[in-house]
Structures are given as C-alpha cells and as structure tokens.
C-alpha cells in the first residue's frame, strides 16, 4: 500500500492552483488514501487506511473512512477547513451522476456516492473513475502531452484513461475498460485468445507463472525479478503479457489514434515492459501513427492528484 511519505514525495512539489481547501480520497483495490490541500493547491498533509473488503456493506464503509480522513484532517488542521471534497473509485464510474455504477472488487451496484457523500461530510462532493483522474493528473503535469493521448493502468485489472482532442471520454463511465479488450496472442501451450485481463493484468501475471511453474511468487514484481535473475518460465509468461499488451494498444491506436500512450502500475518500471510493448505495438501497425510510449511520472499518487484537480475544475 502508498505509504504517507511516498504520497508527500510526489505531491509536495506540485500545486493543483489556487481553489477550495480540498480533501482528495482515492479508493483503491487494498488502500485508501487522502489528501488535504490548502487554498493554494499545496499539500498539506496525507493519511492512508486499508480498503473494506468485498461485502454487502463495502459501500457503507467506504464512506465511513473517508468521514474518518475528513474528522482527523480537520483535528490535526484547523487552520484549514476542508470546503469541497473529490473521490476516486475504481469500478464504473458515472461522473455526471455521481455514481458507483458497478465494482467487480469491492461489490456495489449503483451507489450515489456523491450525493451519501456530499449528505455526510456537508460539502459539495465530486466522484469520479480512479484510473480516468490518474490520467488527468498525467496529461495536466506531464510536459510536452500532446491532445489525443492515453493512460493504461495495469494493476489488478486493467483499465485506460483516454483523451480526445484534449477531452477525457467518460461515456458514462464505460470508456476506457480495456481490460475486457480481446487479444490473440502465441503462448507456450498454443494460443491465447480472451481478455487481455486474463494474461497481462498484474494479478494474471502471477497466476499464470506459478501455474506454469508451480512456484509462488509475490505478485507480478516477483515474476519480474524472477526473470531478471534467469528464470526462462519467468521470461516467457513476461513475453507474453507483453505481446498482449502491444495487441490491445494496437487496437486503441485504430480506434482513437493517441499519440502518446503512459503506462502506469508497478510493472510500468521495468524498462523491459515499455520497450517491449513498443516493439510489440509497432509491428502490427500498418499505415497509423505509432504513438509513442511512456512511463507515468506520478506513480500511484496519480489519482489524488486526479482527484484534487477535480476541485478546480478540471473535467
């Protein structure tokens, strides 16, 4: 989980302009973490919690943790009154409406947030899509971001911020779910055709090597590790979430053209991903514009940042 010091780390150097004082939250698949930021923009302050777990009241609790980051925000800094609120949630995510449309992790249905939210710390709330606010902290601080870009996430699933023209497309909270994208790919044991969350996905990752390896690992960094010290099954289930992910880009580059794609997530550090996909990618392109590929410079405090954005204004 984000620790407070590596959300201070990033955070600290940037300001999201001047606005509200501002709680961030962002709710993630294991933590949840906030953030205070004054009337400049400027961080103030961070605290972190583990996620509720996959229940009928996950929803509930959810919005008692962010109640709780807003009363000890509010104890630790009285010289700064939180005035608006922004969340970020994973799942599909409404944004006009505010609403927790469906989270296959966490388990809730059509939750208006926003308004339970707004109800209960008695401030104006905005709720958006975790992965779509990570990436609009990535194109407003990364330089040179051209207009027609995108974001691919790689975590538990997998899922893509993409802006057109220099908008970011939420069609009601579908666009983006990339992760449910087919692809075709070779593999040690044939082909692989399915969703690209079933072969690339950090969690895939893992799985497929200890099925293949029967070794256990810890998570798709230690597939990655395992490969850098000579593990040849390591290498190959790496390859291969690799090829799939030049596959699904592939796709995205037919669809929406975007001229940069930024990988984010853990595995998003290995120099062996990046260039990999890029090879992967261009040799499927024909007459498109090969984007360019490039690694998040926010890490996992992307979507807070996203999320602060939120409170001045950006959509």
Known sequence: MTTREEIHRVAAGRSLGPGPVALAVDVGGTGMKAVLFDSAGRFVDAITAPTPECTDTAAGEVVDVVADFRARFATAHPAHPIAEAAVVLPGIVDEATGTGVFSANLGWRDVPFAAILSERLGVPVTVSHDVRSAGRAEFAFAEAMPDNAAMVTIGTGIAAAIMVEGTLVSAGGFAGEVGFTEVTVDVADGVFRGPIEHIASAASI????????????????????????????????????VDALGAMCAQLVAVVAPEVIVFGGGLSSADELLDGVDAALRSRLDFHRAPHIRRAGLGPVAGLIGAGLLTRGHA
Do not use: Q, W
């Open 206 to 241: 893992a799985k497929r090597y200890t099925a293949r390896s029967r070794r256990d690992v810890s998570g798709s960094l230690g597939v990655l590790e395992a490969m850098h010290d000579g593990d040849p099954i390591a290498a190959a289930v790496f390859a291969e979430a």
